[in-house]
């Protein structure tokens, strides 16, 4: 990277080349501001009027080779041709955990990239490829500035997408209430979203592009980023349509405001604007709130869980108060446990009646024999969480009174592919057998990138189409992905071949084709070593060093004893010499 490229990377912005260039004209609209944003008019039922026509939300620059992809493939190779080996970074990534920065990212604290620190003109005493840090740092605020940009055009996109799709559904003769059902999951698909997020990312374009302009543009302009204007449209989600253009317009009107401040003040700010404009309906919204109470269970590292109770506020209150009054009433007595040990040890305890957290409910571990028995070293899985080690696994099973609790079922698969096998049947339900293997096999909801827990068993090719109720024509689905597959454009097929992963396509009424593979199980050739006989001599080479190692530290205290000896055998004698000289 020669120096006028270096001098570009430090003085030109991605949003004032994109402008210059001309290729986002109406897409990106980084010319907009947020006097010249018109808000769309409200109806006297508070919706905001559809746009008739999609085209001006969309622009034929984009699909050119001068276009916004074009400019991100740019830049993306001004960053991959900087000579920075992988190995290079792993070192100053291990420099920076030793040194305490915390930068995660591989950074010191001290510069970008390795760089030693800077001058107090600015300049980084380091360079990578011609490119000191000053240009580095220019080149990542210009990609976040683009990533803004980009994240604005999709919601113009996504917008201009559903109104397509409802013009379509309205001349098919789709009811109005059910027209834009599955715009959300084909959103998300191209994405690579699960379906519940493409849902939100839609309801969020809507809310930008024809109720918020100026927070819009502010995401385009790159002052906001994605993230930032999700929390203005969620902390304006309870006002009407005029109402919500209104606190934009309020938000937009110090241009400033948004500089150097975080997401709680942007919140604060946020709420405090729609409170003034409309205090009855934020207040009605808190009065409701509590409906969206639940309970939610995500993994964690290390094979922990995070178990998550969204309640009111007193009731959330008087929870932890009475889990602290019992922890510290424990600790009293002395109980060595931590606070927050015995906080969560009561609410296993508690919830479940039983001190260890076992109860009657079936939880699945799925593992090779091999895992159980023999204490091989392929991980076991837990459906609803994941991969968990082979010691956790056996460690579970082996605990006091725990064969008195969980119970052992064997499921035996394929050799080599891990595939489950089962029996065809001409019933139009899965039987508990089927619904257990299909549980087991597929783990979560199948729909590409769906990572939702399974609530529905349904046919790939549905049973009124004469598909079969087999484990091949089966899938594990959540509710919301087996209600959108039986929308009118949605085809699903099974491309798995014998002896292969259970594999399936889901094809949009767009046309668009997405793959969905079942995860390996434990003990399939995906999991094990290509080489076993290679990891097996790794091993024992390891055990042979592991034990010269113990041999020749025994033999070296061996031999600081024998000196300690020899010196004390001399240091005796010389005592000896000298009383027997004192006596003569």
């Given at each position: 990277m020669d120096s006028s490229r270096n001098a570009s990377l430090k003085t030109a912005s991605v949003g004032g080349a994109l402008q210059r260039g001309g290729v986002l004209s109406t897409f990106l609209q980084p010319g907009t501001t947020p006097t010249d944003a018109t808000p769309p008019a409200a109806t006297s039922s508070g919706t905001v009027?559809?746009?008739?026509?999609?085209?001006?939300?969309?622009?034929?620059?984009?699909?050119?080779?001068?276009?916004?992809?074009?400019?991100?493939r740019e830049l993306i190779g001004e960053?991959?041709?900087?000579?920075?080996?992988?190995?290079?970074?792993?070192?100053?990534?291990?420099?920076?955990?030793?040194?305490?920065?915390?930068?995660?990212?591989?950074?010191?604290?001290?510069?970008a990239a390795g760089t030693t620190g800077a001058s107090s003109a600015g300049s980084a005493a380091g360079a990578v490829g011609g490119v000191d840090g000053a240009g580095l740092v220019d080149l990542v605020a210009a990609l976040e500035e683009l990533k803004s940009a980009i994240a604005g055009a999709q919601a113009r996109a996504a917008v201009a997408f559903?109104?397509?799709?409802?013009?379509?559904?309205?001349?098919?003769?789709?009811?109005?209430?059910?027209?834009?059902?599955?715009?959300?999951?084909?959103?998300?698909?191209?994405?690579?979203?699960?379906?519940?997020?493409?849902?939100?990312?839609?309801g969020l374009a809507r809310a930008l592009v024809t109720e918020m302009p100026h927070t819009l543009?502010?995401?385009?302009?790159?002052?906001?980023?994605?993230?930032?204007?999700?929390?203005?449209?969620?902390?304006?989600?309870?006002?009407?349509?005029?109402?919500?253009?209104?606190?934009?317009?309020?938000?937009?009107?110090?241009?400033?405001?948004?500089?150097?401040?975080?997401?709680?003040?942007?919140?604060?700010?946020?709420?405090?604007?729609?409170?003034?404009?409309?205090?009855?309906?934020?207040?009605?919204?808190?009065?409701?709130?509590?409906?969206?109470?639940?309970?939610?269970?995500r993994p964690a590292p290390d094979t922990m869980t995070y178990l998550t109770a969204l309640l009111p506020v007193a009731q959330g209150v008087a929870v932890h108060a009475e889990l602290t009054r019992h922890a510290d009433t424990r600790r009293a007595i002395g109980d060595t446990r931590s606070r927050g040990q015995l906080?969560?040890?009561?609410?296993?305890?508690?919830?479940?009646?039983?001190?260890?957290?076992?109860?009657?409910?079936?939880?699945?571990?799925?593992?090779?024999?091999?895992?159980?028995?023999?204490?091989?070293?392929?991980?076991?899985?837990?459906?609803?969480?994941?991969?968990?080690?082979?010691g956790w696994a056996r460690d579970l099973l082996t605990q006091d009174k725990a064969e008195q609790q969980v119970w052992l079922r064997r499921l035996y698969t394929a050799p080599g592919t891990g595939e489950l096998v089962g029996v065809d049947s001409r019933a139009r339900l899965f039987t508990t057998g089927q619904r257990r293997f299909l549980q087991a096999r597929d783990d979560l909801c199948r729909t590409p990138y769906c990572d939702a827990p399974i609530r529905h068993y349904d046919h790939i090719i549905p049973w009124h189409t004469n598909g079969p109720t087999t484990l091949a024509n089966g899938a594990?689905?959540?509710?919301?992905?087996?209600?959108?597959?039986?929308?009118?454009?949605?085809?699903?097929?099974?491309?798995?071949?014998?002896?292969?992963?259970?594999?399936?396509?889901v094809t949009t009424p767009t046309g668009h084709t997405?793959?969905?593979?079942?995860?390996?199980?434990?003990?399939?050739?995906?999991?094990?070593?290509?080489?076993?006989?290679?990891?097996?001599?790794?091993?024992?080479?390891?055990?042979?060093?592991?034990?010269?190692?113990?041999?020749?530290?025994?033999?070296?205290?061996?031999?600081?004893?024998?000196?300690?000896?020899?010196?004390?055998?001399?240091?005796?004698?010389?005592?000896?010499?000298?009383?027997?000289?004192?006596?003569?």
């Open positions: 009027r559809p746009v008739a026509d999609p085209s001006p939300l969309v622009s034929s620059a984009c699909t050119g080779s001068s276009g916004p992809a074009a400019r991100v960053v991959v041709s900087l000579p920075v080996r992988a190995g290079e970074a792993a070192r100053v990534g291990e420099v920076a955990r030793v040194g305490g920065t915390g930068n995660k990212g591989g950074v010191g604290a001290s510069g559903d109104l397509v799709q409802r013009q379509v559904q309205a001349a098919a003769g789709v009811p109005v209430v059910e027209q834009g059902r599955g715009v959300g999951a084909q959103l998300a698909l191209a994405r690579r979203e699960s379906p519940a997020r493409g849902g939100r990312l839609l543009a502010a995401l385009e302009s790159g002052r906001l980023n994605e993230w930032r204007a999700t929390l203005l449209v969620r902390e304006t989600a309870c006002l009407s349509a005029a109402d919500r253009c209104a606190v934009d317009d309020e938000l937009a009107a110090d241009r400033g405001s948004f500089d150097g401040v975080g997401d709680r003040q942007l919140v604060a700010v946020a709420r405090a604007a729609a409170y003034r404009r409309d205090p009855r309906s934020v207040t009605q919204r808190a009065s409701h709130a509590a409906r969206d109470r639940h309970v939610s269970l906080m969560a040890d009561a609410l296993v305890e508690r919830t479940t009646g039983t001190p260890g957290g076992f109860s009657r409910i079936e939880v699945q571990l799925i593992m090779t024999d091999r895992t159980l028995l023999q204490g091989d070293s392929e991980p076991a899985r837990l459906p609803g969480y994941g991969i968990v080690p082979a594990g689905l959540c509710e919301a992905c087996n209600h959108t597959k039986e929308l009118d454009g949605w085809r699903a097929r099974t491309v798995s071949a014998p002896g292969e992963r259970h594999a399936l396509t997405y793959h969905s593979t079942a995860p390996p199980l434990p003990g399939s050739s995906h999991n094990t070593p290509p080489d076993d006989t290679s990891a097996q001599q790794r091993r024992a080479a390891r055990r042979t060093i592991k034990k010269e190692r113990r041999r020749a530290q025994r033999a070296q205290q061996a031999q600081q004893v024998e000196q300690v000896e020899v010196a004390e055998r001399l240091e005796l004698a010389e005592k000896v010499a000298r009383a027997e000289l004192i006596l003569a």
